[in-house]
């Protein structure tokens, strides 16, 4: 199993920034791929940017541009720098881990980006 916690969110105005961590209670070397996601309330959770094993790296279209997905293995830690944030951007953003034995989600992290 791997324990996930998500960090970061906050309340930010438009155009501002925020750095979201993901720690993981695996080595992220342990790990298929940790990705990142945001769920608007009354929408479907949204896929954001995706990390995985070999240092690949994918963006949703929606964040390529702005987004920054990382790891930083001594930390098992994922992070997604955000920049040039959008009302459209405010939502509860989780992380989901994903290991042959399942998939394991954090309990989220609320950002708010005002007008």
């Known amino acids: 199993q791997v324990q996930l916690v998500e960090s970061g969110g906050g309340l930010v105005q438009a155009g501002g920034s925020l750095r979201l961590s993901c720690a993981a209670s695996?080595?992220?070397?342990?790990?298929?791929?940790i990705g990142w996601y945001r769920q608007v309330l009354g929408k479907q959770r949204e896929w954001l940017a995706d990390i995985r094993g070999g240092g690949y790296i994918y963006y949703a279209d929606s964040v390529k541009g702005r987004f920054t997905i990382s790891g930083d293995s001594a930390r098992n830690t994922v992070y997604l720098q955000m920049s040039d944030l959008k009302v459209e951007d405010t939502g509860v953003y989780f992380c989901?881990?994903?290991?042959?034995?399942?998939?394991?989600w954090g309990q989220g992290t609320q950002v708010t980006v005002s007008s």
């Open positions: 695996r080595s992220l070397s342990a790990i298929d791929g």
């Open positions: 989901r881990a994903r290991k042959n034995t399942g998939d394991y």
